[in-house]
């Protein structure tokens, strides 16, 4: 009929397919079961696929793990991206702060099931510790930007110090936010007193 869409998939339309599902499952999983329950053959089953695919997909559960984290990843590196384009230093600072509060207070279940996987991955032979490690670097190094932006004559050690600073209360905001999701009013009061505390030590003339 003439107008219809096609209705055969490639291979990588039906690869990205997959992959999409099963990520969706094992978020789903991940914040409602925990990591212990998530296994791959509940996995098969939740995104109506057998235990054989996503065990062929993700060799173990720590390499569905470490997918989960790449995909949520990216697309928060999107939004953040989005969000400070056009701004930067204490103005960069603020929107990425800003965007960061509103994935919290939307509750999203990648979010949290992102931010669980994290806390998870200090645990002795994690192996997505790499990938916490990348990420951390790659936020600390943003934060070093913006604060050489804000203050092109702070030393290399203040420009370190607030990037780890700004590290660590945000993994620390959102273990507070992931003991108590529906609290929203200290999620934003934190991630207020976050940004005040950046702007006072980006300010021109500050030195570690």
């Known amino acids: 009929m003439a107008g219809t869409e096609p ?5 990588a339309q039906r690869s990205a397919l997959s992959d999409s599902r099963l990520v969706n499952a094992a978020i789903r999983l991940i914040v409602e079961r ?4 998530t296994t791959l053959r509940a996995l098969g089953e939740a995104a109506g696929y057998s235990r054989g695919l996503a065990g062929y997909r993700f060799g173990s559960k720590q390499g569905l793990f470490e997918f989960v984290m790449h995909a949520v990843g990216e697309q928060w590196l999107e939004q ?9 230093g204490i103005e960069a600072m603020r929107a990425a702060v800003q965007a960061h509060c509103d994935l919290c207070c939307s509750n999203a279940a990648p979010v949290r099931a992102f931010y669980i996987l994290w806390m998870g991955a200090v645990s002795p032979g994690s192996e997505t510790s790499d ?3 990348n990420i951390d670097q790659r936020r600390q190094h ?13 030393s290399q050690s203040h420009t370190d110090a607030v990037a780890a600073l700004f590290s660590a209360t945000i ?3 959102v273990y507070h936010w992931l003991a108590n999701p529906d609290n929203q009013d ?17 300010q021109p003339g500050k030195q570690s």
């Open 7 to 11: 209705t055969t998939r490639t291979q």
């Open 34 to 37: 925990g990591t212990e329950k």
């Open 80 to 88: 953040l991206s989005h969000a400070t384009r056009g701004v930067n």
């Open 131 to 133: 990938v916490v490690t």
């Open 142 to 154: 943003d934060v070093a930007q913006w604060v050489f932006e804000a203050n092109a004559d702070a």
């Open 171 to 173: 993994i620390g905001i």
């Open 186 to 202: 200290a999620v934003k009061a934190q991630h207020d007193q976050l940004i005040q505390t950046m702007a006072q030590l980006m």
